[in-house]
């Protein structure tokens, strides 16, 4: 069996027909894929979280739970059954517990509201051998009542306040704040319900409130909450604060201890202006009764316009002039230079009105909404500054929806601030600008632990209809699917308007002289536009930053920058080329059935609406890099409940790969210590090409078998690889002139993707950090993300790689991973012995192709204390990002790049050119 030629794989060609790739096979995964959807209970196959699921031996295998999906186990319809929608009961399904708090201000009512998952992570054998291996204990953990939950942010005009009602009955968001004080969602809605409330409605309409869902409100002072609400969102999300200036959207990293003081001036109908000195310590140093209200107000009787949006996208074709009593109107066209106005700056706002003869009819209502809109944002961005320079700060965040992400309302505040203060201030905004005073209202419900959360607690997702409400389109869904899909099909209806909302004003709207007219981009604005930029606020308190970074405050995950537009344009294009065939793969996984190909569709829309939104504009989601946009697409699959797209073939290449795993391990070993060292490098890099979600290397499966494609790629292994520090990794591995360095202690493996990838890549060369001696943590992904393999999965390969192998099967049984096999399996059926170093899986915390490290698993954290060598292998994880992470401990990044562009621009080099880079510790 061994290699003949040099070539160590030559005695694989056996098994070819076992792993051929072609039209074929790709016909008996569906088609297998088919079977699986009808043979399976249809809790197991929608249901991948929950235990239950039988694995390729036949053992029961546990999902992890660290972001449940919906659970329909148990599902039954209730009454009857031949209605259209009949109520379908889910017993076990334990999410969406909610609190609500709401802020009822004179235009638009705010509501926050929490759904709740109960921890269902899954506490099985093999989580606490490893749990005790790595010294975590439950203990450890802080105490959150609001466990691994949601934010949701939603508005209603306050003239619509029925339709907020329904909207909190329908969804039942009452029934949570039983008890002002305590986070009580077991007991049943009573007479003493309360719920937060903040604004003027909170007084106004308490009476409604009682009358129609049986709540009392607990009226919380504005202030306060505007303030807790401002703090809390500059502290937990990262981007959360932007400039705006000349059309340009920029995010600002604000540090948490130096926050504070600053301005907030808070623009509703009208406008309060405080002065923030810390937690719960402020005043309220100014306002001005020229606010939104005044806008609206004064722009609906003079326009006729029926809504605050429509008025607003009016005066993106507004031309002010018309209206406007200009400097040089009074001077003759010419500047007024001394005092350095030029002809073009408004001398007085309508002032023109004067002197004409002409009647309100005679104007254009898209000049008058400009002249108007201009005058209330230049006047709230003076006053704002004067604020601040009577004490002596330096930054103005403005809040409140009068702002509504619109961009020439942004950059004209801007252009005021910067032109009074001469540069000196800063303008900022907000991307939750709307809902500070909900959001504050919402912390005033004690013990729920919000304010403990930091930056890394929290995820935000961008789901379907989230932010959208009112109207035939009434959201936003929680976790019903067929209701998201009914949502994305109304969406559609709507077309392109809704598909790219928000306005964009191009560079040089107001321009240093501040009178350009804005370009019209009327036809994308909608009503609510600027509600899309606001997502689904996850907390998940045992996310953790990963503590080998060397600097976590610089640490940039993203390697590819897609603010920068070319990039962005091609990213665009390759991501929706794949779309069809990832339709396909998803539809197929799920059965091929009606149902599936209907969330397929919904599927694809949805991910296309987010591209040609993120093409429009790109920060609308906080900074975009490569990573995101990967990770939206993983996300948008698992919201239309395709929950592992690419199962099958995962399965597929994990049985062919171990099935010639036992011959490459024999000729590894007759290989002298360099020789396989180089040896398993190249594996890893070879098997690096069995990639989905490359469309080179998609094409490439249809030509060939796994193994002529592996063979293939082997032979291109050729050293030097595009960036090589292979000799300097086998120095530190094997030492130089006699001198044996000592092995490392614990080595983190970041795994990538399923088959050839971690079978005869990454398990054989975890196998020879365990013969030196080197613990060995595989890390994996919590979720699936196209054919990465999961943690969850890891187990049962290592399991079935362990029958052939001595030390896999004592450093496995060592880790706890053999905890079913480990009375069988045993190769000369002694125990396991426990003196081997362990081989541990832990779950990454992400289900992306990527991984911001930022944002880790406790359960990798804690792995991470003891280590000293890190591994980061594939494109997603070693070159998408952290290409350029620098960590505390050793550091080699493992890829092949399988993607010609990037591989010019990241490494001057071509398609399938490898990666290769070994860092010490910094
Ligand atoms: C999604 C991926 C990062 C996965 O690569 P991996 O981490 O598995 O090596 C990569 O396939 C990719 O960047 N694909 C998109 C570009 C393309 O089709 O070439
Ligand atoms: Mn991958």
């Known amino acids: 069996m061994a290699g003949l030629n040099g070539d160590p794989f030559l005695g694989i060609d056996d098994n070819i027909e076992k792993l051929q790739y072609n039209n074929n096979s790709k ?11 009808i043979g399976e209970d249809s809790s197991n196959n929608k249901n991948n979280n929950q235990g239950g699921e039988k694995d390729m031996a036949g053992n029961s295998i546990h999902r992890s739970g660290s972001r449940p999906q919906l659970d329909l186990s148990k599902a039954e319809i209730q009454g009857n059954s031949e209605e259209r929608d009949p109520t379908i009961l889910l017993p076990n399904q334990t999410d969406d517990i909610s609190h609500l708090a709401l802020d009822i201000g004179g235009s638009l009512i705010k509501l926050v509201y929490f759904s709740r998952h109960e921890d269902q992570s899954v506490d099985d054998k093999r989580k606490k051998i490893v749990k005790e291996r790595l010294g975590i204990s439950n203990g450890n953990r802080r105490n959150f009542p609001v466990l691994g939950g949601r934010l949701h942010f939603v508005k209603f005009e306050t003239s619509k306040l029925n339709e907020c009602l329904d909207f909190i009955s329908s969804k039942q968001l009452h029934r949570g704040g039983i008890d002002s004080h305590h986070w009580n969602s077991e007991a049943p809605a009573n007479e003493n319900a309360v719920i937060k409330a903040t604004g003027g409605g909170a007084y106004k309409f308490a009476d409604l409130f009682k009358e129609r869902l049986g709540v009392s409100i607990d009226k919380e002072d504005e202030m306060d909450c505007l303030v807790a609400g401002a703090n809390f ?27 504070f003081p600053y301005l907030l001036v808070n623009i509703g109908s009208g406008v309060s202006i405080i002065k923030v000195d810390g937690d719960g310590k402020f005043q309220r140093v100014s306002g001005t009764n020229v606010g939104g209200g005044t806008y ?43 005092i350095g106005l030029s002809a073009s700056t408004i001398a007085s706002s309508f002032g023109k009105a004067i002197s004409d003869k002409k009647e309100l009819q005679d104007y254009r209502p898209e000049d008058i909404s400009l002249s108007l809109l201009r005058m209330i944002s230049y006047n709230i961005g003076q006053i704002s500054y004067l604020n601040a320079l009577r004490f002596g700060l330096k930054r103005i965040f403005f809040g ?45 419900y004690q013990k729920h632990g919000l304010d403990d959360l930091m930056v890394h607690h929290l995820v935000e997702r961008f789901p379907m209809g989230a932010p959208y409400t009112g109207g035939k389109i009434h959201g936003p869904p929680l ?30 709207t107001t321009g240093l002289g501040g009178f350009e007219v804005p370009s019209s981009r009327g036809a994308t604005l909608r009503s609510d536009a600027s509600a899309l930029n606001v997502g689904v606020l996850h907390l998940v308190p045992t996310l953790e930053v990963f503590p080998l970074l060397a600097d976590p405050k610089m640490y940039e995950p993203n390697t590819i920058d897609l603010s920068d537009h070319k990039e962005l344009e091609y990213w665009f294009t390759v991501l929706s080329g794949h779309l069809p065939d990832l339709v396909d793969k998803a539809v197929a996984s799920e059965g091929g059935t009606d149902d599936a190909k209907r969330r397929g569709d919904a599927f694809a829309r949805a991910f296309s609406a987010h591209l040609a939104r993120l093409m429009e504009e790109p920060a609308a989601y906080g900074k975009l890099g490569l990573a995101n946009l990967l990770e939206l697409r993983e996300e948008c699959l698992r919201e239309f409940q395709f929950l592992d797209a690419y199962r099958s073939i995962k399965q597929r290449e994990n049985e062919a790969s171990l099935a010639v795993l036992p011959d490459l391990l024999l000729e590894l070993d007759h290989m002298d210590e360099e020789t396989r060292l180089l040896t ?76 050839a990838d971690i079978v005869l890549g990454m398990l054989p ?42 030390i896999l099967r004592r450093a496995a049984e060592a880790g706890g991973l053999l905890v079913d096999a480990m009375n069988n399996n045993s190769l000369d059926g ?30 990798l954290a804690a792995a991470a204390k003891h280590a000293d060598l890190v591994i980061l292998e594939g494109m997603g994880r070693a070159l998408h990002t952290n290409f350029n992470a620098r960590f505390k401990c050793e550091a080699l990044k493992l890829a092949m790049v399988k993607n010609q562009r990037l591989a010019e621009k990241l490494i001057k080099g071509k398609i399938y050119d490898c990666v290769c880079r070994y860092e010490p510790a910094t």
């Open 27 to 37: 016909e008996a995964i569906d088609k297998e894929g088919l079977v699986v959807g």
């Open 233 to 259: 969102l500059l502290k937990a999300i990262r981007h959360e604060a932007f400039t705006h200036m000349e059309g340009h959207k920029e995010f600002v990293q604000i540090d948490h201890n130096d926050l």
């Open 296 to 338: 609206w107000g004064l722009g609906r009787l003079l326009t006729k316009c029926n809504n605050f949006d429509e008025l607003l996208e009016l005066s993106q074709r507004g031309d002010n002039r018309t209206i406007d009593m200009l400097v040089g109107d009074i001077y003759g066209g010419m500047d007024y230079s001394k």
């Open 400 to 444: 409140g929806f009068f702002i509504r992400g619109h961009a020439y309302t942004m950059d004209t505040i801007s252009f005021a601030v910067h032109f009074w203060s001469k540069g000196e201030a800063q303008a900022m905004f907000l991307r939750h600008e709307g809902f500070l005073g909900a959001v504050g209202a919402f912390m005033s």
């Open 479 to 508: 976790g019903d699917l067929n209701e998201k899909i009914s949502w994305m099909e109304k969406f559609v209806l709507k077309g392109t308007e809704i598909t790219a909302p928000v306005p964009m004003a191009p560079p040089g």
């Open 680 to 755: 398993l490098i190249e594996g890893v890099l070879a098997a690096n090409i069995f990639d989905w979600g490359s469309r080179a290397c998609v094409d490439f499966y249809h030509k060939g078998t796994i193994i002529e494609i592996y063979r293939m790629s082997r032979n291109k292994m050729q050293r030097p690889w595009r960036v090589d520090d292979f000799d300097l990794f086998k120095e530190r591995m094997l030492g130089s002139e006699g001198k044996k360095p000592r092995p490392h202690k614990r080595a983190l493996l970041f795994v990538d993707n399923s088959g």
């Open 765 to 806: 060369l975890a196998r020879e950090l365990l013969r030196r001696g080197t613990e060995v943590v595989l890390v994996a992904n919590s979720l699936p993300a196209l054919n990465d393999v999961t943690a969850m999965e890891v187990p049962d390969i290592v399991a079935e790689a362990a029958k052939h192998c001595d």
């Open 830 to 859: 002694s125990r396991g012995n426990s003196s081997s170093v362990p081989l541990m899986v832990v779950e990454n915390g992400c289900g992306s192709p990527c991984i911001d490290l930022r944002q880790v698993s406790s359960e």
